[in-house]
Structures are given as C-alpha cells and as structure tokens.
C-alpha cells in the first residue's frame, strides 16, 4: 500500500486522507475505546502522524483529552469519530471504519483481558500491549 485512501466522519464534513501504510492493525478490547466507541471493541489502524491529514472540514474536528496520553478527535456537527491521536506514541489510530478502503489486516489482539467479545481468530492476543510500547507484551489465551 503505497497509495493514500480518504475517509470522512459520519455527515462527510470532515475529510480525511491517510497514506502509505499503517504501522499496525488489530483490534483494541480496552475499557476506553468500549466506552468511546459505544461499541464491544475498537478495530484500529496506526499511522505515524505525518500520514494523517484533515483535507477538508479541520474546524469541525472537536478533541475530548480524559488523559493526555489519547486526544480524541469527532466531527462537532455529527458527532461521529474519526481518530485518537497518541502522542506518547506518535502514532494515530485512525479507526478501520473511518477509512473504509484501506484493507483491514489485523495483526493483533490488545487489552484483551478486558474483553466483552472474545474473538477466537487465531490471532495474538495480548493482556495488555506490546513490551515496545510500553506493555507487559504477555500472551493470554483466546
Ligand atoms: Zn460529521
Ligand atoms: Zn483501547
């Protein structure tokens, strides 16, 4: 994937264009992103951060920092999310539903001891997140 993909929040004020490849893929079964998301589980793409831009409708994106480890970003018109960015990490996680033509390929499981929605893909699964990042980098079973 050397190409770039856009996407947009759920009215389509704002834009959003991703290129080259992400870092990783996978799915994140934390607390947060549940409770974010409103969803059992948040399927993520991390992209370094000059990967990531807004093309159209930047002043629509609003932030929501409960640490400053995560800067939520949402469309103020909609509502509809669009990224986390984590810049601990330099890295942001553009949610997979965000950019629909990017091709999912998750790679990995993470915060799966906090699951709602085990997954039994044959995929790692990891207790929290990779030692690299910072994680305990432990393999727990499906
Ligand atoms: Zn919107
Ligand atoms: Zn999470």
């Known amino acids: 994937m050397t190409d770039t993909h856009k996407g947009t ?22 607390a947060s992103c549940r ?16 990967k990531v ?19 939520r970003q949402f469309c103020t018109k909609c509502g509809g999310h669009l990224m ?8 942001i996680d553009v949610y997979a539903a965000t950019i629909p033509t990017v091709p999912f390929a998750p790679g990995v499981h993470v915060h799966y001891a906090e699951t709602v929605l085990p997954m039994k893909d044959g995929l790692p699964k990891l207790r929290d997140i990779p030692a690299e990042l910072g ?4 393999v727990v079973p499906e």
């Open 9 to 30: 929040c759920f009215c389509g004020a704002v834009e959003i264009e991703v290129s080259g490849a992400p870092e990783a893929m996978g799915y994140c079964h934390c």
């Open 35 to 50: 409770s974010w998301s409103a969803g059992p589980v948040n399927a993520f793409t991390l992209w370094k951060q000059d």
């Open 53 to 71: 831009k807004a093309t159209k409708g930047g002043e629509y994106i609003g932030h929501f920092k409960k640490t400053e480890r995560s800067d």
């Open 84 to 91: 986390t960015d984590h810049p601990h990490w330099q890295l």
């Open 135 to 138: 994680g305990s980098g432990d």
